[in-house]
């Protein structure tokens, strides 16, 4: 499988010469080269690494290491896969955890896996990457990880480190496949670690807002609203109509199944994992790459990626949200270097803990960043980079006004879609926008919750440990948050989108450019004509009764 991963590579494998043709890209309005914002022309040149060549502490920890990871298919693992891969050339393997998926196996998912462009540095600069991977088929909700016997043994004797990641992230998932998934395979995570052999570490990703209830939340446990094992009792013997209809007084105070059961998951840990070399590691909202291996990479449309995306393609115009509060986000790439360098941390420490480590990766207290900035500085440098796929020229409004946004909704949304869903029929063609806007809808009322809250999360813990890298680890991963740039971020991130999640060729851009424009006269032109409209309604308003009374 590795072997024909190799030669698929060689054989698409292109030059370092420059990707598309630039000069209609690159002009006196828009100088910059896309491909060299993002980083795709900057990378470094094959380097054959002796195996006498030390690294720096944290490449030197994962040296001989053997990984088990799972959630590898995910955002943040495969961005994790990537780094360790690039950056530790003497790590040893990486078993993936990988289900069959929509009729595909382990080797052709593992495949897919690399075909992303998140790899093309990784496959440039370390072109024999491809014999350090490997994917043993199993599935987190299963018991014993749905691991084979083979497989099993395989695991006990080589890994020495474990990052559990899997989990199922949708926030309106049903209760009984998420604490299958997010709670049940977190203990038998636990299980299978007791059993490894040479284990060095075990780092469970959680989230920031498995205690989202509290709007100041530590790095330490929590007491959850319920006993695991009770829940786990219920989930078994109760059928999954009735489950569903009990769901909103089994969460309590907590919105959503995601946290609900992200929260049992750590309590499970804090009881059943004392034992263990373990940490607990709590990213909040996880947004693109900031800088490696390329910029603005993303492959979800979740929390403020999905607002952008919709804003840029003119398909999303108003939003319910209180735009002055700070959105708590942090650059994929940040969060997967400080995993990394936690992992090391928890193995290697010293001092015994009284309690299981807990990370948290956040930003909001020292580099902040309120929605309305956010959301300005997409628009800013987003300009640039328009989509061939955009319907509409971008007009956004946000309001945490609930008879503003409804009006706005009606007639931003509601009306134009009915309008040219109505057009489609008639021209023959598939109506889909209403069925777009109700999607956003339901993900609208998912998220109310987190509309109108500030959450403080400190992150102590990450920040001495970042005080105690040396040089050349926080080169090599950095993770120092007093060093992020929003500005910096926003450069990239729109582009990104385009690039790698939309995945709209650059060979589009001077195409798009033209009809951003003309979709902005005609922006402006229906502008006119409803401002012309409202005019009108309000010279009648005033004008009417003055000439029905004589006053005028």
Request: charged content about 25%; some cysteine; hydrophobic content about 40%.
């Amino acid at each position: 499988m590795a072997l024909d991963l190799h030669r698929k590579y060689i054989e698409k494998k292109q030059d370092s010469a420059p990707l598309v043709p630039i000069k209609d890209i690159i002009n006196s309005k828009y100088y910059l080269d896309p491909l060299e914002l993002l980083g795709e022309r900057s990378f470094n040149e094959p380097r054959e690494i002796e195996e006498s060549e030390i690294g720096s502490p944290v490449q030197e920890f994962f040296r001989d290491g053997v990984v088990f990871l799972t959630g590898g298919t995910g955002f943040m693992g495969k961005v994790l896969v990537e780094k360790l891969l690039r950056t530790c050339p003497h790590i040893k393997h990486i078993y993936l955890l990988i289900r069959s998926k929509k009729g595909k196996n382990v080797d052709q998912r593992l495949e897919d896996i690399f075909e992303d462009r998140l790899f093309k540095r990784l496959k440039y600069e370390v072109p024999k990457y491809y014999h350090k991977v490997s994917g043993l088929a199993g599935d987190c909700s299963l018991p014993g990880l749905g691991l084979s016997v083979s497989s099993r043994n395989t695991l006990i004797k080589e890994v020495n480190i474990i990052f559990h990641g899997a989990a199922t992230v949708r926030f309106d998932e049903h209760i009984r496949v998420a604490m299958d998934i997010n709670v049940s395979g977190t203990r038998e995570m636990m299980n299978l670690a007791k059993t490894i052999t040479n284990l060095k570490v075990v780092a469970h990703i959680s989230t920031a807002f498995s205690n989202c209830n509290r709007l100041h939340v530590d790095e330490k446990f929590y007491d959850p609203i319920v006993d695991y094992k009770d829940v786990l009792k219920l989930v078994s013997s109760t059928d999954d109509q009735t489950l569903h209809g009990m769901t909103s007084k089994i969460l309590g105070d907590l919105p959503n199944t995601y946290s609900f059961t992200k929260s049992l998951a750590e309590d499970a840990i804090r009881r059943e994992a004392q034992d263990l070399p373990i940490l607990v590691f709590r990213p909040t909202v996880v947004v693109g790459t900031y800088r490696e291996p390329v910029r603005g990479w993303i492959d979800n449309v979740y929390g403020p990626t999905g607002i952008v995306v919709g804003a840029g393609t003119g398909v999303l115009h108003t939003y319910y949200l209180d735009s002055n509060i700070v959105t708590d986000i942090i650059p994929v790439d940040i969060v997967v270097n400080a995993l990394i360098c936690a992992a090391k941390e928890t193995a290697t420490a010293n001092v015994k803990h009284d309690e299981i480590p807990i990370y948290t990766c956040s930003s909001s207290i020292q580099k902040p960043i309120k929605w309305k900035e956010f959301i300005e500085l997409n628009k800013r440098y987003g300009m640039q980079w328009p989509t061939i796929r955009a319907i509409w020229y971008s007009s956004f409004w946000v309001t945490k006004n609930p008879y503003l946004y409804a009006m706005l909704n009606f007639f931003c949304h509601v009306v134009p879609g009915y309008t040219l869903d109505t057009l489609a029929r008639f021209s023959g063609q598939k109506p889909i926008l209403m069925n777009i806007y109700k999607k956003i809808d339901k993900v609208r009322d998912i998220l109310a919750y987190f509309s109108d809250k500030e959450w403080t999360f400190p992150n102590n813990r990450l920040l001495a440990l970042w005080d105690t890298l040396d040089g050349q680890d926080k080169e090599l991963f950095n993770f120092d948050i007093h060093q992020l740039s929003w500005d910096y971020f926003c450069q990239a991130n729109c582009l990104g989108l385009r690039v790698y999640l939309v995945k709209d060729d650059i060979h589009t851009l001077p195409a798009a450019r033209k009809k951003w424009e003309k979709l902005n006269i005609a922006h402006n032109i229906l502008l006119i004509f409803v401002y012309g409209i409202v005019l009108c309604c309000l010279w009648l308003i005033v004008c009417v009764p003055l000439k029905l009374t004589g006053l005028m």
